[in-house]
């Protein structure tokens, strides 16, 4: 069977782990004080054109959410996020657990604007019983969005310059962010994302590390004391110089662009068979996700050849499902699955 | 300089090296569902004669506390921790962040015993305000303690069989649990810790794996919906399998009991050597871990080839460190700190 | 000015106040331990026909509903609303300060029906990634709703059915309960109510009492320990009697429902006027609460001589506004404001 | 039986009663947005010298304490107190339930003291491991403390200066404070205490209000937004005005100083009964509460008549126990009491 049911199913690229096989044996200092991790803060600092920024590493997406968040927000706020946000929906409740309320707003194609956020809010600030409600004190979005989609440097820009207007932290889940800086129709750089929010997250499970982010804290404000708040969550890996070894390794001579890019142009030579059968597609996405909307014979056809992830049964019977290439997705795979699509 | 500060300086022990390398391309199934894990949990529920016990791979010592213990207690409840319990004193209030108070009783060399469980349990509901104060609703315990001592069977059953009159849950930090099973001063098995409490962890962050941790549930009242409060607070893993093969790896042939039985007797190599000139330990512990008190001049003298942990400074000016072997420890490195110890 | 605006905004009934002058100097026992609390608690017992009830007495209704909410969930689990719930809107995330997430749901007229709650809930058990989201444990209702509508006996008779089977808990806010059982459309007695829950609240403050809500707990598996949570949340009072005494009143020959009703069918009389007059409402409300739509050259008028609600300002400009009556009205009031409808 | 055992037991002085009656069929706006509030509030920044100070009105002492400190601390701080301090032992974790440590000093007679909040607060920031344990935001202490001792104006400029220069808030728990600043051992006035802190609270509780507490925010840092967190911990009264009226008779023409001043002046009373008689004193008490160490006999010959408070069984049996005066305390009861003790 060929997988293409998601990007976190392989271990590393094969140079990460010939990095490890290296190190392996080494003493490192505990924590995340290591040189491995030194070294990948630096690399990253200067990929993102942030000098001063703080790196921290952690193992995944809801742990590194939920410390970011409780970090910024004042006991009394809650966080903005598209109502298909992450952690709207698929974190069991971890923001909430941190005692903070997640706002969700409504968003097509996963993408918020500028605008509706200033509405709420002004709308907030506007209420006589604005006391009675959760006060918004930061935004979350995801770039890639969950389906996909991708915000351009205009529309960052102008919600992380409402952001600042209203006193909202503005915090960016990268989960898949290669994917999304990789795509043709992005017209963002990492340095761009690092200078239009407060802190955001460089994904490193879904990009070619065996587990791994790196949140980047640009805004100086929210600097102090943040290791506290790792260790609380259990988010401190005694050998955090793995997950830094990792970054080392990725933000070395581009690697990380590099994978990514190949995975991106798979997924949209996947999308252009897709278009070119008529298969309609249930997202606008131009990264390594991809959405079509099959009927059960396409399905029953390629079900004997590949995995994908089921996402939503249609009214009709017809399902959208996601099929998803990675770092470690073959040029035979797509080939395969390709030739299949316009078989069908 | 040769490294005796503690026992996660390395990666893994070369054999898991090994599976990971040759399972690395494989895609795995995500979150824990995947063939390594039931494998790792087979073996493991073998090792602890408990077929019916559910197993969580986590990945560090404070992530599995909080989530076993936030899942555990009632709103209104507390944990009962020797005073330098991890939880109590190493672990940045993870457990309050949670909403619970941790609640110390004084333990000579960090040990609990069952009259101070029981009778401060009887205070609390012997007293009128009971309602004022946090209700006891669970016992932790580390096994070595923090100090590297151990409770003996008739030790840990006197304190299980009073937690279950109480209706206290008891729960096991085996961070360090295979250095203090093959302590010769020892007369637990694997099987009798976990006829012993109603959960625990077995440590594999310290003992061999790359990171994680391998929480056994046995008691039966705990174990329903319980990867609902691991996704929660951070620690379902995307690459669980990452973890799962570690413990395969561990569970095959005893590697476990292997590799911590060389770290345990290189370390009481060390104290024999640090007995035999008369310098004086801080805890009797028989496990990977030695607490000797050393002199200014004996700490300059050492300094030029070891490194290892500060613990305390004595009013004499003296200092308590800890020299910590591993399964990374090697013969020659054993050797040479003995010598330079008998040479003091 | 006449005031209309809401049902708390005068100090208790005489008969309470008469009660207080009585027992000011005499001394009571602490927290609610004492012979007023006793007897109030005999008297709502025999009132709800369930002798084995535990009866508790706090301050206000964030309050009570965060305490019991708290109480009842685990802590992976949320609370089912309508969208318009207290705890969903108007609370300051006073659920998620606790933990837990507050699960939406749409409700018409403020109601929730059997069947939204079974498919959720089944929704939410046939999802394969259903540990990634926040399991439901409970369902919370107003009765009357946020928007003064009832539930009849059928329909709460339903959705308890519904939670029993899913294995929910069933929450009742009766913060205005007295002029929901008192509303001529209304079928449900209290006793059905208490019979048809797990717990419930009956409300004072907005029913003759000076503050305090008596919440009900006919569930026995909830019962065990429910006043260290109320002390931890900051709800017992030191003199627990003030409100013992209250509800001691307010249940003595029935004055609760003598006072409610005079309020529902002051309400009702509104109701009337505005219904001659061709007035639209904005729910259909046959309690205290009306919500007329007024248009800007009626409410002109109105607002020399009363105080309402603002509610919402309609697309064409018009407003629903909130006309509220109360135990504290008087019959020349709502003649005054029945007249002055009548003349728009 | 006479009353000893608590300041709680009975309702509110006559003045504020009769305050109560004329009020109660007034309209008020609702939530603490009232003229009654605004008028003791005034009254109140007027008798702390402080005209800049924000003062929020709530039920009690525990939820005034929990919502204080949650909004003073970030997430991954503790407040460090007395052992014996109300939030470390009566409060049912409430702290710990915001997510936040108790960090207890040990302290003699209920006092801490400059240096050694220095010495625990500098051994924080010198560990190597600072980040493993919980960083210390806020000093807490009770004037007068839980033994009825107090701080002399000296020792609380020496603590709050250390605070400023360590980052730490000093929130002080005034639930007696009125029989702390009428002791006759006492140099501090209202206004010392307000300028010596950044928040504290006037208890009405114990000291002639039906139930309130007056959180005085001195420091402009904690201001903003801190109604939020009121109604977030359900803390928000509707009918607020009940305790803003309270407060606004206690402050007028000094009621509160004559009130309790009248009452400690009993208590040193029954104070010098008991040292005539050479009976033991458990603290060095100069405020309302006394401790007597009584013999079974003793106790045998005053249960006929007076209800005290049992505080401690001493190891040889005699008992450590506590009387105490209030605002509804009498001269003749004080008269009685004294006589049967210098006839013990």
Request: with cysteine; charged share 15%.
């Amino acid at each position: 069977m060929i997988n293409f049911q998601c990007d976190y199913a392989q271990g590393c690229h094969p140079q990460l782990l010939e990095r490890l096989i290296a190190a392996n044996m080494e003493p490192h200092p505990g924590y995340g004080l290591d040189d491995c991790c030194e070294s990948a803060r630096a690399r990253i600092r200067e990929a993102c054109r942030q000098p001063h920024a703080d790196v921290h590493f952690l193992t995944g997406g809801t742990q590194t959410n939920l410390i970011a968040i409780a970090a910024c927000l004042k006991s009394h706020q809650g966080v903005m996020t598209a109502d298909i946000g992450h952690i709207a929906c698929h974190e069991t409740g971890a923001i909430e657990a941190t005692g903070h309320k997640v706002l969700p707003l409504p968003a097509e194609d996963g993408l918020l604007c500028a605008r509706q956020i200033r509405e709420a809010c002004q709308a907030h600030y506007a209420s006589p019983t604005r006391e009675h409600t959760v006060q918004p004190g930061m935004v979350y979005l995801s770039l890639p969005t969950e389906c996909g989609t991708l915000y351009t440097r205009d529309q960052l820009a102008a919600i992380y310059r409402c952001c600042r207007e209203l006193g909202l932290m503005l915090y960016i889940d990268g989960a898949r962010l290669g994917y999304g800086l990789t795509s043709p129709v992005n017209d963002l750089t990492l340095a761009d994302v690092a200078s239009l929010c407060d802190l955001f997250y460089i994904g490193g499970t879904k990009c070619g590390a065996l587990l791994g982010e790196a949140l980047v804290i640009v805004n100086d404000a929210l600097k102090a004391d943040f290791r506290y708040g790792i260790k609380q969550h259990g988010g401190m890996l005694a050998k955090g110089w793995l997950v830094g070894l990792a970054f080392d390794a990725l933000f070395t001579q581009g690697l990380y662009f590099t994978i990514c890019r190949q995975a991106t142009e798979y997924a949209l030579a996947i999308r252009n068979a897709l278009e070119q059968k008529g298969i309609p597609l249930g997202y606008p996405s131009y990264t390594n996700q991809q959405f079509p909307i099959l009927t059960a014979h396409q399905l029953a056809i390629l079900q004997s050849k590949y995995v994908w992830e089921p996402w939503q049964t249609l009214p009709d019977g017809r399902q959208l499902v996601r099929f998803c290439t990675s770092w470690a997705t073959t040029q035979q795979q797509v080939d395969s699955l390709v030739s299949d699509i316009l078989r069908l």
